[in-house]
């Protein structure tokens, strides 16, 4: 069974730095994708980055970016230059290439202070 | 573009009253639906999903039920609502064959 780890119930920055968030993954599928969500206090989830198994290089989308080691089977988030809106609970998720089988960690809330 | 649509956004429903949450999606056909609910200290819980019209998987076994009458609605009911069905529920989609999971605003329910 697929299962998502996120070891930091709560993790605070200071604005202007990076974070890193931590996501660890077990899977006996060759092929997956991995996903960061983000979810304000509204309580919509926002699709943040995703990685495919497959991809040699680390995703990246604006002030995101995915390190992820597949050897390791981690997933980590890195939000760099925090602002105070990144404030929320960030999801790590895991789902198979037919959008099944889709697994969320518990979260993490991050707090940016100023 | 596409865009989902849930409601109602919140609701306070006594026990054993039955319930109905509708999601509806715009701007694409035959997506992959899903209907989560986020549990404290567990992130979010698939419920159910369905690949088309009247395909429904569940999950977890539990007082929900689901149901998708069109193509780009998806229908979470239950008979006789318990305590333990407060929560966030939140409806996704996805198109076929890709991975990425849009979501909805949400739906508090409160069950007093």
């Known amino acids: 069974a697929q299962k998502i780890t996120q070891t930091q119930p709560g993790m605070f920055v200071q604005e202007k730095e990076a974070v890193t968030l931590d996501c660890t993954y077990d899977?006996?599928?060759?092929?997956?994708?991995l996903f960061w969500y983000k979810q304000p206090s509204s309580g919509e989830m926002i699709f943040l980055i995703y990685?495919?198994?497959?991809?040699?290089q680390n995703a990246t989308e604006g002030r995101y970016s995915l390190n992820f080691q597949k050897a390791r089977k981690s997933a980590n988030l890195v939000i760099s230059a925090s602002q105070l809106g990144d404030s929320a609970m960030y999801f790590c998720?895991?789902?198979?290439?037919?959008?099944?089988?889709?697994?969320f960690g518990p979260g993490t809330r991050l707090s940016v202070l100023p | 573009s596409q865009t989902i649509h849930q409601w109602p956004a919140t609701l306070v429903q006594p026990v054993g009253s039955p319930l109905s949450l509708e999601c509806t999606v715009e701007?694409?056909?035959?997506?992959?639906l899903y209907w989560y609910r986020q549990a404290a200290g567990r992130g979010l819980q698939l419920l159910f999903y369905?690949?088309?019209?009247?395909?429904i998987s569940s999950e977890v076994p539990q007082n929900l039920s689901a149901s998708r009458p069109q193509d780009r609605q998806f229908i979470l009911s239950s008979k006789k609502l318990l305590l333990s069905d407060s929560g966030f529920y939140l409806c996704?989609?996805?198109?076929?064959?890709?991975?990425?999971?849009?979501f909805g605003p949400g739906t508090r329910l409160t069950v007093t």
């Open positions: 998720a895991m789902g198979d290439n037919y959008g099944q089988n889709f697994v």
């Open positions: 990685q495919g198994s497959y991809d040699e």
């Open positions: 996704a989609w996805s198109r076929d064959r890709d991975n990425e999971q849009y």
């Open positions: 369905s690949v088309g019209i009247g395909q």
């Open positions: 701007g694409t056909s035959n997506p992959n």
């Open positions: 899977t006996s599928d060759q092929s997956y994708g």
